[in-house]
């Protein structure tokens, strides 16, 4: 869980210094699709969710 936290602050830290702010939303977009898909996976909701994609 440690290196997942060293992540987020490299890519945060890549974000300041090469200013392009514009990738958080698409980052954090991509992130909450995942955690969507995964956290869905074995309810009733599954079947609703992948018919989006």
């Known amino acids: 869980m ?3 936290f060293e992540l987020i602050v490299d890519i945060w830290d890549f974000l300041k210094v090469r ?3 514009w ?3 698409l980052i954090i977009t ?3 699709m ?3 898909l995964i956290f869905t996976q074995g ?3 599954a ?3 992948y018919s989006i994609f």
């Open 2 to 4: 440690d290196a997942f």
């Open 19 to 21: 200013k392009k702010y």
């Open 23 to 25: 990738l958080a939303p």
């Open 30 to 32: 991509i992130l909450l």
């Open 34 to 36: 995942g955690a969507l």
């Open 43 to 45: 309810s009733v909701v």
């Open 47 to 49: 079947p609703f969710i």
